[in-house]
């Protein structure tokens, strides 16, 4: 369940990452296209960008193009714009000039296209469809600070690397600031005029393609014409309008810009997101670990309130964090609570020791003061003891020795018991046989006197793998017990019950006092009760102990069902197969 709910969660966290990262993305390629697109539309208005533009456009009820985008773009341009009809009438104009024709004739418009009639402007023509309708549309840009050298080439001279041009020629370059340059077939310079320092002195055709191409890479614009009958280049160049340099990046393309700055905003993005990640990973999964590792330490240290782990709100953050490691927690709930019922169980069972010490100490001395006062009796000269008086003191010296002889014998089984060394084997026996034995050696003893003690034993024969002195021990502790913390008028009902698989189960019931919770829990530990000194019975208080001990070591259970006031009832179990084992153990 942990694995899963951690898998899950990851897979969960990763998913909504890619998922933003992918959003990113596509939101910084949009831009990044678009800006693209202006790009190309600002580079080669026309027909590109025009003929986009008017396909964004919408058209009126009138059948007129309506673009706000287009006009705009239209005026940063600087040209201007006309839709024509079939017959060469205006229907719109944008930003055209007053010197512009408002209607053409074909073959006029054709002449001024190709350059045959002389025009002001530099025209671009073509038709586009639109709403199902076609449009003829005429742009135009004024020639002003365009450069053409076709005229003057012829006039020009060339001498030691210079150029001669005649003198409104150089007028008119000065006042644009431009610079001429002629080069070989090779690309190298052999002659030029008011070149600046730091232009190139050879060109390759790579160049030229990308300084006529892209001015604002260059920060200049540049224009050749090939003189055929020289078989010379001639390049003219003028310093571009600082506000089309791209200022952002000098020296770098708009577009490789664009690039660049689109692939840094992804990098960007993707690395918040990584570190947004990275502190809810913190949040979700280290911070619960740190408090479980110091839940742990807790647990390891001898402070008072180590078994006192917090617990989460209802709603709070904490305990949705907690929520993931839900088994781990509950883990450390359940051994906290284990230590607590241990240290209780450790404070408990101190108690009992104690108590138990103080009572066989107690129990221990008692038969020896005896056996110590009869020998100085024996001993001392001024008394003279008969024979029947000697043989009276060595009877009771002899009862107190085997007492004291029967409790270290108990102490001694008790822990062998618990060790689990205990050298004997168990053989196939008749429970029956074993258990009337055992009874009426219980029934005999004088503590058993006048008391009603019946045994019960089925007819078909039981058997079981046991040692019978243990099994007589264990059914004498059963009755002994009955006999002992009942009234005199207790009946004592010993039976033997056959059960499936060859197993069987030995009842001991009585209609005495009874116990109640607290004592059924404990009336098998070593040092519950300890010796009743208050009691005129010997005994050494271990007695359930060594039963519960000695039922378990063959192969056995023991279970106890009591209610105060309405007797008790101790079965012995053995179940067939669990019989086996111990007997194959």
Known sequence: MLRRRLTVRFAWQMAIAGLLLLILAIIIFAWMFRELESIEIKRNFAPYGISRLIAESTVDEHGLLVSEKLLEQLEQDGGWLQSLDEHGNVLQSFFTPDDVPISYHPGQLIDYWYGVEPFPYTLGFWIQQKDDRFFIMLYGKSKVGSLSLQPHMAQAEIADGSITFPHEVEASLTSMQAWVQIVDQQGNEIASWHKPDHAVSSYTLRELALRSSYPERYGTMLQSQYDEQRQLTWIVQTPLD??????????????????VISIALFLAAAFLIMVMLAFGYANLFVKPIIDIVGWIQRLGSDQEDADKLPQPSAKSIFKRRKHLFKEVQDSIHALAAELRASKAAAKQTQA??????????????TPLSSIQGYAHMLAADKYSWTEEEVRSFAATILKKSQYMDQLLEDLALTYRLRSGKLPVSLDLHNVGALLKEAVEHAAANPLSAGRSITCHIP???????????WFERIVENLIANAVLHNPGDTKIVIELIPLAQQGWQLNVQDNGNGMDAPTIEQLFERYYRGTNTDESIEGSGLGM???KELVQAMGGRIKVASQPDEGSTISLIWEGQRNKAAADS
């Open 242 to 259: 600082s506000s089309k340099q791209s200022a952002s990046m000098p020296g770098m393309p708009d577009d490789l810009r664009i690039i």
């Open 352 to 365: 009992y020791r104690e108590e138990w010490i103080a009572g066989v100490t107690h129990d221990m001395r």
């Open 459 to 469: 007819g078909q024969h039981i058997y079981g793998y046991l040692y019978p002195p």
């Open 545 to 547: 102990a060594i039963t």
